[in-house]
C-alpha cells in the first residue's frame, strides 16, 4: 500500500480491488487465483532453520520431515504450522536425501555419510565410507528409496548400495559402480529405477535379477532424450515420468519401451525441470528454474507461475517435492519452501472489452473514420 489514509475502494468485473488514498493515488490488488503457503527462515522466530531446502518425506503421524542444504533437518507440523528442532545431535547441515523406514528416519548427507534416526527412542546411528566391501561406497549421499520389500537403495555420487538390516551393513551394487544416481523410484510393479547424472536410466528387476540401461542415442526415435536424469515419477494411471537437466521431460511406455518428450519445442516454458507431482484430472505440476508449471495431459498445454504470482522464488530445487496424504504439494526453492491445495487454484475467465481511445501517427493524434482522415497501409 502506499499510503494509510484510505478514501476511496472500487471492485472491478474482474474481482480485483482498486484503492484510492490521500497522499498516494491509487493502488491495485488483483484477484488471486492462486494461492501458496510460504515458509523461509526468520530471525527470532519459529521457522525454517535453512533455505535451500532439498528433501521431504512424511512420517505416519502426518509430520513433515525437512532436509535443508544449509540449515540441517527440520520437522514440520502441517495442522499447526509450527517448526521443531531435529534431536539428532551433531547431525550434518547439508542434506540431501531422506527416507522413511516404519518409525526410523534415514538421513543422506553431502560429504558426512548416512545416519538413521529412531524417532520414537530418539537413538541413532552414523554410517561412513570405509575401505571394507560392506560399508557405504561414498559419503555423498544424494537419493534413498525404501522397496516394498523393506529393502533400502542408497544412491551416492559414485555408485549404489543397499542396506542389509539384520546385518546392519552395506552391499555395494558393482552394477553402477562410478555412476551418480541422482534418484530411485520402485515403481508399482515392483521395478526399480534409477536416475543419473549422465548415464541415462537404470531398470533393475528384482525378480529375475535383470538389468537394463535406457542412454540417449542420436538418431533413435522415441529414446531418452537426455542423459542427465534427475527425479522419477508414477503417476495414478502407473505412467513413469523422467524430469532432466536441459531437455524438459519425458513419459516412457513400458509395453512399448518408448519415450515421449515434452520440452520447450512443444512449447513447455522451460526445458529445466526439477520435479513431477501428479494433483487430479490428468494435471501435473512441475518444478523448474523459472517458477512452477501447471502442466495439462489432457491439452499438453503448460501455465507457469512465477514470483509474481505468489513464490517466494522462480529458482526450485533438484528433485524437491511431495504430495502428502491430505492432498497438500510441497515444493523446495532456494529460499524455503512453498504448499498449496491444487483443487483451490481457479482459472481467470474474464476477458476485459478492448476500447480504442485514440489513434496517432508520428505520434500525433489522427482523425479516422472522415473523408480526411488518412489511409495506413500494413
Same mark, same amino acid.
Given at each position: ?56 518425506? @512424511? &512420517?505416519?503421524? /502426518? *509430520?513433515? #520431515?525437512?532436509? +535443508?542444504?544449509?540449515? %540441517?533437518?527440520? =520437522?514440520? !507440523? $502441517? ?106 523410484? @520402485? &515403481?508399482?510393479? /515392483? *521395478?526399480? #529405477?534409477?536416475? +543419473?547424472?549422465?548415464? %541415462?536410466?537404470? =531398470?533393475? !528387476? $528384482? ?172
Amino acid at each position: 500500500m502506499s499510503d494509510n489514509a484510505i478514501y476511496s475502494l472500487y471492485k472491478d468485473a474482474e474481482g480485483g480491488i482498486w484503492i484510492g488514498s490521500y497522499f498516494g493515488g491509487i493502488d491495485y490488488y488483483p484477484t488471486q487465483y492462486a494461492t501458496f503457503e510460504k515458509y523461509y527462515p526468520i530471525i527470532g522466530q519459529n521457522s525454517l532453520s535453512g533455505k535451500v531446502v532439498r528433501e521431504f518425506c @512424511e &512420517d505416519e503421524d /502426518g *509430520n513433515l #520431515w525437512i532436509g +535443508t542444504e544449509d540449515g %540441517g533437518l527440520n =520437522k514440520f !507440523n $502441517p495442522k499447526t504450522k509450527e517448526f521443531s528442532p531435529c534431536p539428532l545431535a551433531g547431525l550434518h547441515y547439508n542434506v540431501h536425501a531422506l527416507s522413511m523406514d516404519n518409525h526410523t528416519l534415514w538421513i543422506g548427507t553431502y560429504s558426512k555419510g548416512l545416519y538413521s534416526l529412531d524417532l520414537k527412542t530418539h537413538r541413532s546411528r552414523h554410517y561412513l565410507m570405509g575401505h571394507a566391501e560392506n560399508t557405504l561406497n561414498d559419503n555423498n549421499i544424494y537419493s534413498m528409496c525404501r522397496t516394498s520389500a523393506g529393502q533400502l537403495y542408497i544412491g551416492t555420487t559414485t555408485g549404489l548400495n543397499l542396506y542389509n538390516h539384520e546385518t546392519n551393513d552395506f552391499t555395494r551394487i558393482h552394477k553402477m559402480d562410478g555412476i551418480f544416481v541422482f534418484n530411485i523410484l @520402485e &515403481d508399482s510393479k /515392483g *521395478n526399480i #529405477w534409477f536416475a +543419473t547424472y549422465n548415464s %541415462g536410466i537404470f =531398470k533393475y !528387476n $528384482p525378480r529375475n535379477n535383470s538389468w537394463k540401461n535406457y542412454v540417449s542415442t542420436p538418431g533413435v526415435p522415441h529414446g531418452l532424450p537426455y542423459n542427465k536424469v534427475i527425479s522419477i515419477y508414477e503417476d495414478s494411471k502407473q505412467r513413469l515420468w523422467f524430469t532432466m537437466l536441459g531437455r524438459g521431460f519425458c513419459s516412457f511406455n513400458q509395453d512399448t519401451e518408448e519415450f515421449t518428450t515434452y520440452d520447450s519445442s512443444q512449447g513447455l516454458a522451460n526445458d529445466v525441470i526439477y520435479k513431477i507431482v501428479e494433483a487430479n484430472n490428468d494435471i501435473l505440476w512441475l518444478t523448474s528454474n523459472k517458477g512452477l508449471i501447471r502442466f495439462d495431459l489432457k491439452t499438453k498445454t503448460s501455465n507457469i507461475y512465477a514470483d509474481n504470482n505468489g513464490l517466494l522464488t522462480n529458482q526450485f530445487n533438484y528433485s524437491s517435492g511431495i504430495k502428502s496424504k491430505n492432498g497438500t504439494i510441497y515444493f523446495g526453492c532456494i529460499n524455503g519452501f512453498i504448499a498449496f491445495k491444487p483443487e483451490s487454484f481457479t482459472e481467470n475467465t474474464y476477458f476485459p472489452p478492448v476500447a480504442i481511445t485514440d489513434f496517432l501517427l508520428f505520434n500525433k493524434s489522427a482523425d479516422i473514420g472522415t473523408k480526411d482522415s488518412p489511409s495506413v497501409k500494413a
